[in-house]
């Protein structure tokens, strides 16, 4: 790496101990139907099997353990299925939680972050205007505000899902890992350069919301005019620049896949392996696809890591 990482390969091993275990040993495993139509072995990460259906939860969760005791709100802004993670960890401490989504956000993850016991507010149009929306309210409230892809232990509980692919009994040739504010695609980037430096580890975005593989090829922040992406999970047009920076030593590589090639591996990924995703939590099956070519005769490892889609979205992906 081109220098040295701010995220810590003993913290992750610290989450691998302290994260609650209902997010930790997703099963993966080979998909022999996908293998055998891709031309390549496709080892899944099933990472959407947990009570908030996302691998937010790690993170989440091992952020709030390194507060250790913590008075007053905490302040966020997500998508949905980070706000999940950071409400179930502040609920199992007993902490206050406000999150700012946008009014656009699937309603599904809107009422979870609300049954999980936190106070949503619904400001602006899309991810980034509540974020800025969350962080001016912080400023002027004096809660803490909490950044997702900005936190390294955020980075480093995701972490522990590549400390998990690793633990496969063959090299991995080449992992996807969708991109959306960057701590999962940092975490596992930096577990895979420390332990398996040949695996190629490779990001995805949706070709909609390009801002962060524009930053990342470009080695500056690039900010985007929108991110209409059905990919809601992934769909940023302002980048975090400690997550840019740490991407130029995590990831070899970032692609993007299309809206109907990410609806195609919502399907796919419900008639082989019997999962709803989102889209976002589809994207990794969405480059393998893509780009199969040259992934002939690899262990690729495909990352399947958020379920949080309403009915009506499911039908209209599935086409009926």
């Given at each position: 790496m081109s220098a040295e990482s701010s995220l810590s390969l003993k913290r992750i091993?610290?989450?691998?101990?302290?994260?609650?275990?209902?997010?930790?040993?997703?099963?993966?495993?080979?998909?022999?139907?996908?293998?055998?139509?891709?031309?390549?072995?496709?080892?899944?990460?099933?990472?959407c099997l947990n009570p908030i259906r996302s691998f937010k939860g790690r993170g989440a969760d091992f952020f709030a353990h390194t507060l250790g005791s913590h008075e007053g709100p905490l302040v966020a802004a997500s998508a949905g299925n980070f706000g999940q993670g950071l409400a179930y960890a502040c609920r199992r401490r007993g902490w206050p939680l406000i999150l700012f989504a946008a009014t656009t956000a699937n309603p599904l993850k809107v009422a979870r972050m609300r049954a999980l016991g936190a106070d949503v507010r619904m400001v602006g149009v899309d991810f980034d205007a509540a974020k800025l929306a969350a962080r001016a309210f912080a400023k002027s409230t004096g809660m803490r505000f909490v950044e997702d892809g900005r936190e390294p232990a955020i980075a480093e509980g995701a972490g522990t899902i590549g400390r998990e692919l690793c633990a496969w009994p063959e090299p991995i040739d080449t992992v996807f890992v969708p991109i959306g504010n960057g701590a999962l695609v940092n975490g596992v980037g930096r577990w895979f350069k420390a332990n398996s430096p040949k695996t190629r580890v490779v990001g995805v975005v949706a070709a909609a919301a390009p801002s962060m593989r524009l930053s990342w090829l470009a080695g500056r922040r690039i900010t985007t005019a929108g991110a209409e992406s059905i990919a809601d999970g992934i769909a940023v047009r302002e980048p975090v620049d400690e997550a840019l920076a740490e991407m130029a030593r995590a990831v070899d590589d970032v692609v993007e896949v299309t809206e109907a090639e990410l609806v195609d591996a919502v399907r796919q990924t419900f008639a082989a392996l019997g999962l709803a995703v989102e889209p976002s939590g589809a994207a990794s099956l969405a480059a393998a696809v893509k780009f199969r070519e040259n992934l002939r005769g690899q262990l690729v490892?495909?990352?399947?890591?958020?379920?949080?889609?309403?009915?009506?979205?499911?039908?209209?992906?599935?086409?009926?």
């Open positions: 091993a610290e989450a691998a101990r302290v994260v609650d275990p209902v997010f930790l040993d997703s099963p993966q495993f080979v998909c022999e139907p996908l293998s055998d139509e891709l031309g390549l072995r496709l080892l899944c990460k099933v990472d490892a495909a990352l399947f890591c958020g379920g949080n889609v309403t009915h009506a979205q499911f039908a209209a992906w599935q086409g009926g």
